[in-house]
């Protein structure tokens, strides 16, 4: 909410704890659906992931660029497993742009999974120690760290562009796409070795 302040945020429940995520890629589905459709929402955040990819979800995802023409942006966290784990899904899925985690110096976390072999390029931005909102039982600041919270930092930043993209029709219309919005965020990233910081 600091990142992009004039944001319109929509929260669908998909799960009374994260427990239930597992079982929830119907609703997950359904989620997508109401999102595109009733709230005609720029961007899904989608901070959870499945180990196998959820048919109902990549039938949601394709519905939904197919009636937005692919002028709709889909962020997903990556995985807290290290390489102990592959990618997660939906961060998989060829629509959606999948998040790491790094630490404020752009130090990408050992907890990211391994590169996809079909992904072009690796994203990540702040998701380590990350002040978060609410104190602790003892009265102090709370920080949080995953892919999930840098997946959160990304989508701020993704609302962020899209605002100021919005006095420039022909640019709009690009950064609300996948590769658009990839091809913005390459540019405004620091090179890491083979990833990028953003």
């Known amino acids: 909410m600091k990142i992009a302040p004039q944001a319109e945020i929509y929260v669908a429940r998909i799960a009374k704890d994260p427990k239930e995520i597992l079982a929830a890629s119907e609703n997950v589905a359904q989620a997508i659906d109401w999102a595109t459709t009733k709230w005609n929402v720029d961007i899904i955040s989608m901070s959870f992931g499945y180990a196998e990819d959820q048919p109902n979800i990549s039938r949601a995802i394709r519905k939904a660029m197919y009636k937005r023409d692919g002028s709709i942006l889909?962020?997903?966290?990556?995985?807290?497993?290290?390489?102990?784990?592959?990618?997660?899904?939906?961060?998989?899925?060829?629509?959606?742009?999948?998040?790491?985690?790094?630490?404020?110096?752009?130090?990408?976390?050992?907890?990211?999974?391994?590169?996809?072999?079909?992904?072009?390029?690796?994203?990540?931005?702040?998701?380590?120690?990350?002040?978060?909102?609410?104190?602790?039982?003892?009265?102090?600041?709370?920080?949080?760290?995953?892919?999930?919270?840098?997946?959160?930092?990304?989508?701020?930043?993704?609302?962020?562009?899209?605002?100021?993209?919005?006095?420039?029709?022909?640019?709009?219309?690009?950064?609300?796409?996948?590769?658009?919005?990839?091809?913005?965020?390459?540019?405004l990233a620091s090179k890491t070795l083979n990833d990028h910081y953003l």
């Open 74 to 187: 889909f962020f997903a966290a990556a995985s807290n497993s290290g390489a102990n784990d592959k990618e997660m899904f939906p961060a998989r899925h060829e629509s959606v742009i999948s998040m790491r985690a790094t630490n404020a110096n752009g130090d990408f976390s050992d907890f990211n999974p391994p590169r996809s072999p079909n992904e072009g390029i690796v994203l990540g931005t702040l998701g380590v120690d990350v002040p978060s909102t609410g104190l602790s039982d003892s009265g102090e600041e709370v920080y949080k760290s995953g892919t999930s919270v840098a997946t959160a930092v990304a989508v701020g930043i993704a609302g962020a562009l899209l605002g100021y993209s919005n006095a420039k029709q022909d640019i709009l219309e690009k950064v609300r796409t996948r590769q658009g919005m990839q091809a913005v965020f390459r540019a």
